[in-house]
């Protein structure tokens, strides 16, 4: 118990966490058509983590982190200035803001002296999971132990209460994000402004994004904005249901991902460990392909190619009425 404590609870709880609170913003980001937003964000943190660096002067976690969330957040309403400001579409955006940040990254490392700095590539793709230890703990008292708990990693922390505000976040708006979602035009007909409530999910997308991303890395933040809500998207065009299959998701993904990571060398055999952040991404992709193939709109159910063409066929408008 206490070595599980010490060495495997705050990796899963980082690793739930994260693909919980990507899987969820995730779906927000799919039924705009703007899934690869994550993508996007992870190479605009760099201005943002080479400035932390420069005014902090230490590689430690939370300037940096700070530092990228700041950047983030600017990259985001970025976006939402050029995007009312242009006609370009969303993609032409995205691509024109954060290789520019991506490119004043570069130029400030060189100008600040960062490129002296030794940065650990595998640590940006894949996190840093099994560097999350706890060894306060002693057993299962210290679950109950604050002196204890105030060791616990602080990265689980952040992404719990990232996590808290999500949730909170949609429940609070519930409603307006779907009409600001599936029908923008008719919301600022009624007198509803859905550009307000884009630009804080932007916000909400950026603090999210950053959070995980230095749990998990990259690659698993990618994957897990994408794939939950695509599994979710096979399998039903509810909304709310949409968010509920996406949650599952995204704990399994997270969760069955760390623990494939963790069992399948010795039950394989296998002379070397598996990367915990790759396996869940891998476990993501296992899922949605089952989902696909398998799920009510797939085409090994009974009718599944016929509803598919149905859900994406347009609503049919009524004639207005003469005189």
């Keep these: 118990m206490t070595e599980f404590l010490q060495l495997d609870l705050a990796p899963l709880l980082a690793a739930t966490l994260a693909c919980l609170v990507c899987g969820?913003?995730?779906?927000?980001?799919?039924?705009?058509?703007?899934?690869?937003?994550?993508?996007?964000?992870?190479?605009?943190?760099?201005?943002?983590?080479?400035?932390?660096?420069?005014?902090?002067?230490?590689?430690?976690?939370?300037?940096?982190?700070?530092?990228?969330?700041?950047?983030?957040?600017?990259?985001?309403?970025?976006?939402?200035?050029?995007?009312?400001?242009?006609r370009l579409e969303p993609g032409a955006v995205m691509g024109l803001v954060?290789?520019?940040?991506?490119?004043?990254?570069?130029?400030?490392?060189?100008?600040?002296?960062?490129?002296?700095?030794?940065?650990?590539?595998?640590?940006?793709?894949?996190?840093q999971l099994e560097a999350l230890i706890?060894?306060?703990?002693?057993?299962?008292?210290?679950?109950?132990?604050?002196?204890?708990l105030a060791e616990f990693p602080a990265e689980v922390k952040t992404l719990a209460v990232v996590l808290a505000l999500t949730v909170a976040l949609l429940a609070l708006l519930w409603k307006e994000?779907?009409?600001?979602?599936?029908?923008?035009?008719?919301?600022?007909?009624?007198?509803?402004?859905?550009?307000?409530l884009s630009l804080l999910v932007l916000v909400l997308v950026s603090v999210a994004c950053v959070a995980a991303f230095w749990a998990v890395g990259s690659i698993l933040v990618i994957a897990a904005l994408?794939?939950?809500?695509?599994?979710?998207?096979?399998?039903?065009?509810?909304?709310?249901?949409?968010?509920?299959?996406?949650?599952?998701?995204?704990?399994?993904?997270?969760?069955?991902?760390?623990?494939?990571?963790?069992?399948?060398?010795?039950?394989?055999?296998?002379?070397?460990?598996?990367?915990?952040?790759?396996?869940m991404a891998v476990v993501a992709g296992v899922m949605l392909a089952g989902a696909v193939v398998f799920g009510p709109f797939g085409p090994v159910r009974p009718g599944g190619q016929r509803r598919r063409r149905a859900a994406a066929a347009p609503v049919p408008r009524l004639p207005a009425a003469a005189g």
């Design 226 to 279: 994408v794939a939950p809500a695509a599994i979710a998207r096979a399998l039903t065009d509810s909304y709310a249901r949409q968010f509920a299959l996406s949650a599952a998701a995204a704990a399994v993904m997270g969760a069955g991902g760390y623990w494939v990571a963790a069992l399948a060398p010795e039950a394989l055999g296998l002379g070397h460990g598996l990367n915990a952040a790759g396996m």
């Design 24 to 86: 969820l913003i995730g779906n927000l980001l799919l039924l705009t058509r703007q899934s690869l937003l994550g993508d996007a964000i992870s190479h605009a943190v760099l201005p943002g983590i080479v400035v932390g660096f420069w005014i902090s002067g230490t590689r430690a976690a939370p300037p940096l982190v700070a530092g990228a969330m700041a950047a983030a957040i600017v990259a985001a309403l970025l976006i939402a200035l050029v995007r009312r400001l242009t």
């Design 98 to 127: 954060f290789s520019g940040m991506f490119a004043l990254g570069i130029v400030l490392i060189e100008v600040t002296g960062a490129h002296a700095v030794d940065l650990d590539v595998d640590c940006v793709l894949y996190g």
């Design 134 to 148: 706890w060894p306060a703990a002693q057993g299962a008292g210290s679950l109950l132990d604050p002196a204890a």
């Design 177 to 196: 994000l779907r009409l600001a979602a599936f029908d923008p035009d008719f919301a600022r007909s009624i007198g509803f402004a859905p550009r307000p």
